[in-house]
């Protein structure tokens, strides 16, 4: 069963944007924190980004000046642009949220791939 939908990632060249999207159920979005992940080939997955119901942000290092996480209410979308893209940011991107009942939610991933 299908709870996040992503869309946005594909192939950009360094010092590119974009701009991913995560529709989250309505009941979720309204009270619970959204994170992005990402996962690059041979390494483990690391948080990117996250978001509260009341707009509170978090970035990992790494994307900091590069990276805003927002949320739009009428859609309950959760979006993650980046700028200034690095090869090194390269990855699939993940929407996540941890359900009070079903633990962990993950999407399906969008694959964002920075060419140098």
């Known amino acids: 069963q299908v709870q996040l939908v992503e869309s946005g990632g594909g192939l950009v060249q360094a010092g590119g944007s974009l701009r991913l999207s995560c529709t989250v159920p309505?009941?979720?979005?309204?009270?619970?924190?959204v994170a992005w992940y990402r996962q690059a080939p041979g390494k483990q997955r690391e948080l990117v980004a996250r978001?509260?119901?009341?707009?509170?942000?978090t970035y990992t290092d790494s994307v900091k000046g590069r990276a805003t996480i927002s949320r739009d209410n009428a859609r309950n979308t959760i979006y993650l642009k980046m700028n200034s893209l690095r090869p090194e940011d390269t990855a699939l991107y993940y929407c996540?949220?941890?359900?009070?009942?079903?633990?962990?939610?993950w999407g399906q991933g969008t694959q964002v791939t920075v060419s140098s």
């Open positions: 996540n949220y941890v359900d009070p009942q079903l633990g962990d939610t």
């Open positions: 309505r009941n979720i979005f309204r009270a619970i924190p």
């Open positions: 978001i509260t119901s009341s707009s509170s942000t």
